[in-house]
């Protein structure tokens, strides 16, 4: 394989907006007509093996199926917030919750592992709920300690 021209590369891709990665066979042509109709689910998973979104709809089946994954009662108490890196953050209902899951992260971390949606996830974050705020309005003075600083 020759050398990649950088300019001719970014020239297609804004030109059909799509980015076609070299490696990667080009898409087979269907057999039949072109006005003939496809099924939905072959048109839905060609656009997403085009577009490589595999790892991102993995993701969104372990948000949606989150009940079902950890049960109904680490769900009521949980809720995950985001995967970056294969670090998935769980924000608890209450600091007790956000230490005991920890204690037991081994464990939800292989159930997690082990179910059918595939996300790729390698460690677990647990926080509890964010305390007060004592920030209010635009105008605020850093450092300050808030309504603690005029108890003399």
Not at 33 to 48: F, G, K, M, Q, Y
């Amino acid at each position: 394989m020759g050398k990649r021209d950088l300019a001719l590369d970014l020239f297609r891709v804004f030109k059909t907006g799509s980015v076609r990665r070299i490696d990667k066979p080009a898409p087979t042509r269907r057999i039949g007509r072109t006005t003939d109709p496809e099924l939905i689910a072959d048109v839905l998973s060609d656009l997403i093996a085009e577009r490589e979104w595999d790892s991102g709809l993995t993701e969104g089946n372990l948000f949606v199926t989150w009940a079902s994954i950890v049960g109904a009662d680490i769900a009521a108490h949980t809720t995950p917030i985001s995967i970056c890196d294969g670090v998935l953050t769980v924000q608890t209902s209450s600091t007790a919750w956000a230490t005991q899951l920890a204690l037991v992260s081994s464990q939800v971390l292989t159930t997690i592992q082990n179910d059918p949606t595939g996300a790729t996830i390698e460690k677990l974050v647990f926080f509890g709920p964010s305390g007060p705020t004592w920030k209010k309005g635009i105008r605020t003075i850093r450092n300050a300690r808030g309504a603690r600083d005029t108890y003399g």
